[in-house]
């Protein structure tokens, strides 16, 4: 882009890249546009949307006896009474994405 292009034509311009599926590189070449400000457009873009996430909200949790079994399993019951059962070892950011789900 030759000319001078504004703050929210940027925003635009980084919102299409991460719709493109293309590289930083192919984008930029494709544009027309210095890879380094595109780069800098997306690393602002990817920022705020990390400041718009939910926040965390906390849930209380009880601790109790171990249970006898073949296979070593946590339970956790969200607010809602809702149990997710699942073998130790599981992915802990799949399993809180389930329960923050559960929890909607």
């Known amino acids: 882009m030759?000319?001078?292009v504004e703050k929210p034509e940027w925003a635009r311009v980084?919102?299409?890249f991460e719709a493109s599926g293309q590289t930083q590189r192919?984008?930029?070449?494709?544009?027309?546009?210095?890879?380094?400000?595109?780069?800098s457009w997306v690393y602002r873009r990817r920022?705020?949307?990390?400041?718009r996430?939910?926040?965390?909200?906390?849930?209380?949790?009880?601790?109790?006896?171990?249970?006898?079994?073949?296979?070593?399993?946590?339970?956790?019951v969200a607010a809602s009474?809702?149990?997710?059962r699942f073998a130790v070892?599981?992915?802990?950011?799949?399993?809180?994405r389930l329960v923050t789900a559960l929890g909607r």
């Open 47 to 51: 920022r705020g949307e990390v400041t």
């Open 81 to 84: 009474g809702a149990r997710v």
């Open 14 to 16: 980084a919102e299409a």
């Open 53 to 76: 996430a939910e926040p965390v909200r906390l849930l209380p949790v009880q601790v109790a006896a171990p249970v006898a079994a073949s296979e070593s399993v946590l339970e956790v």
């Open 89 to 96: 070892g599981t992915d802990v950011a799949y399993v809180a």
């Open 26 to 39: 192919e984008f930029a070449l494709g544009r027309g546009v210095r890879l380094s400000t595109l780069q």
């Open 2 to 4: 030759s000319r001078q």
